[in-house]
């Protein structure tokens, strides 16, 4: 009998599926449209550098597993899948998109800065032997009043690197984005590596060799790179001069654009001119164009800006050739220079030679007062004591003649900010009086006092004495006009506000003959004379004219106001009264048409009249007497057809006047 066999042995084993092969990275770039723009270098330094592991599911989509302490930068994702071309990202919707401006570029940008702004790749392998006799090595280049002597020969180990930065160029509407990096330059000496030496550095930072051992360099002194400042500027002069050509191609399509912007607001502002007619509006148009014009060449303007974003390092053995430097004896200063050639290349490489402070090739060594070395360009003689010193400790321009002047002859003016050497150095005499630079100091225009330029200022060109220079304490504000600056001599004290006010905005009261600021005075309407608020009056007659109060005399019976041409004077009684208190028949007042019998006078009236007549009426003779607002009039007989008319003031025992009434004349005294 048979066995049947087992089904589960029975079945046949499925056939293991070949796993798709990873494609090759230079496949990958081959397909990549966008592998020059440096990218995926970028992301690929950056997984390395972060741990973040890398799929490659297509040429040109890749899949990263991000860490718990990356996933911050990315949105607090587990994973994401990163496409390289827009067929990429067809075929995967949810896919990131690697381009310049693209979200992912921001945030890869952002962890970069964070978690990975410096990588250290470790010691390049030397390549060429123990240092070898220096005696093949020597100095041609001359020195500045000094002399040079080799010292000892030694190995070192000098850093290496390079810069990757993005750049964003900015024109009008347009915006462009690229990542760009330095070539590799010795941190230290601040001088580009030969192409041998680079050529390792590249075969280190992408792991096709292994660093060497840092016991090789254990007896080798380790010289520290230039500072932050000093060294970001190095790499950053190089990253512009790579950009140069971009930065040019952006200048003149935005110079295309601004001349098309330009031409299209002149045809929009000149046909709005043209349907004005107003001056004012042709000016505010005017305007407005100007504005326009200057906004949009503001904006058109490249403007680069420039984000580091990863600094890779390595190290490398050299050998160094150092030669002591000595001035002259009356200057006493001593410097050091050196020659470096690098062991991490194929070959004997040559001497290099280069300035201290700016790495390029000295044509001549200048020993600094500080006692280091700089090359002809990167040094100047001071102008006050005739020492040598480097661009750190000087400065090349004085603010006045512009020549050099080394950091302890080099003084900061207070006014105006700017470095000058101490040969151009003045006190203003303001306040205690302070130091400042010549071509601050001026004397005062009024008092002749030299003054800094922060404690003088200009007046106005409309000042009644011209623009002039003037100190603090002969300089005045015209409270009259625009508050312009003038003079102490040119200004008054208005007599109505106390303010100060300029010749040129003053004027003379007609009434006190003081000077008033324009505001507080006015033209009377007729006789067209200043007067000031103090002197100002107004007629009863003509309520809406102003007059001056020596233009305008008070009515002794109705007490108001009246001008000349409203006054008159009674016939009887001989005062001046207006017009609407005299009657035009008679030619009297109202006071002395009112004029009654009284035969019980007051003692001091009679008096009064008695003294102002002479002689006093006989008693069968009548008096007669009438009251008005400020007076007392009284008429008295004398008898022969002779009367006499005494007024006197209210409350007041002497007359104010005497007129006498004959049939042959008209006779007055007061």
């Avoid at 990757?164 to 590799?184: I, M, N, W």
Wanted: charged share 25%; with cysteine.
């Amino acid at each position: 009998m048979k066995r049947r066999k087992s089904r589960r042995t029975s079945q046949r084993k499925p056939q293991r599926q070949p796993r798709p092969s990873t494609p090759a990275p230079d496949a990958a770039r081959d397909a990549d449209p966008l592998a020059d723009s440096g990218l995926r270098p970028l992301l690929e330094s950056y997984c390395r550098l972060a741990g973040v592991k890398q799929a490659a599911l297509a040429p040109d989509l890749t899949a990263l597993s991000l860490p718990q302490a990356e996933r911050p930068f990315f949105r607090d994702r587990a994973s994401l899948r990163v496409a390289f071309s827009l067929d990429a990202l067809e075929r995967d919707p949810d896919a990131d998109i690697a381009v310049l401006g693209s979200p992912f570029l921001s945030q890869l940008i952002g962890a970069i800065r964070a978690r990975a702004a410096h990588l250290s790749l470790g010691l390049i392998a030397p390549t060429l032997p123990a240092p070898s006799d220096p005696t093949d090595v020597e100095l041609t280049i001359p020195v500045r009043d000094g002399t040079a002597q080799l010292g000892a020969t030694r190995s070192a180990v000098h850093p290496v690197g390079r810069l990757s930065a993005r750049v964003v160029l900015r024109a009008g509407a347009g915006v462009e984005e690229a990542v760009v990096e330095s070539d590799v330059y010795d941190l230290s000496a601040g001088v580009r590596l030969s192409d041998d030496l680079v050529a390792a550095f590249r075969d280190l930072e992408a792991g096709r060799v292994a660093p060497a051992d840092p016991s090789v360099a254990a007896a080798a002194a380790r010289i520290p790179a230039r500072q932050p400042t000093e060294l970001l500027e190095l790499l950053l002069a190089h990253l512009r001069d790579k950009s140069a050509e971009r930065v040019a191609a952006r200048r003149a399509l935005a110079e295309q654009e601004l001349a098309a912007e330009l031409g299209r607001l002149d045809r929009y502002f000149e046909s709005i001119l043209k349907e004005q007619t107003d001056p004012e509006a042709v000016g505010t148009v005017t305007a407005l164009a100007e504005r326009r014009r200057t906004e949009e060449i503001r904006r058109s303007q490249v403007k680069a800006v420039v984000h580091p974003l990863q600094l890779i390092e390595a190290d490398v053995l050299i050998q160094r050739a150092e030669w002591r430097l000595e001035s002259a004896p009356s200057r006493r200063h001593h410097a050091t220079f050196s020659a470096q050639r690098p062991l991490g290349s194929a070959g004997a490489a040559p001497w290099s030679m280069a300035c201290p402070q700016c790495g390029r090739p000295p044509a001549l060594l200048v020993i600094c007062r500080h006692d280091h070395c700089a090359c002809e360009a990167c040094s100047h003689r001071c102008s006050v004591c005739a020492e040598d010193f480097c661009a750190d400790h000087g400065i090349a321009q004085c603010r006045v003649d512009a020549q050099a002047a080394c950091d302890e002859h080099v003084r900061v003016c207070p006014s105006c900010r700017l470095e000058h050497c101490t040969a151009h150095q003045g006190l203003c005499t303001e306040g205690d009086g302070h130091p400042a630079c010549s071509a601050c100091l001026a004397p005062c225009g009024n008092c002749g006092r030299v003054v800094c330029n922060r404690h003088a200022e200009q007046s106005h060109a409309a000042a009644p004495k011209g623009s002039r220079r003037l100190c603090a304490a002969c300089l005045k504000y015209c409270e009259g006009g625009t508050n312009e600056a003038v003079g102490v001599d040119e200004v008054a004290q208005c007599a109505s506000c106390g303010k100060s006010v300029c010749t040129a905005h003053q004027a003379v009261c007609a009434v006190d003959g003081q000077a008033h600021c324009a505001p507080h005075l006015r033209r009377t309407d007729k006789s067209q004379r200043l007067v000031c608020a103090r002197h100002r009056a107004g007629c009863a007659h003509e309520p809406g004219a102003l007059f001056a109060v020596d233009e305008v005399g008070t009515c002794p019976i109705c007490a108001r106001g009246a001008c000349q041409s409203h006054r008159a004077a009674c016939e009887h009684c001989g005062r001046r009264v207006c017009t609407a208190d005299l009657s035009v028949e008679s030619r009297r007042c109202a006071t002395c048409a009112q004029l009654a019998a009284v035969s019980d006078l007051p003692q001091a009236v009679v008096a009064a009249a008695l003294a102002a007549t002479g002689s006093g009426p006989k008693p069968s003779r009548r008096w007669r007497m009438a009251r008005d607002r400020s007076h007392l009039v009284v008429e008295l007989d004398l008898g022969w057809r002779q009367t006499a008319v005494v007024t006197l003031r209210q409350g007041d025992n002497v007359p104010d006047g005497v007129v006498k009434h004959s049939p042959l004349r008209l006779k007055r005294r007061k």
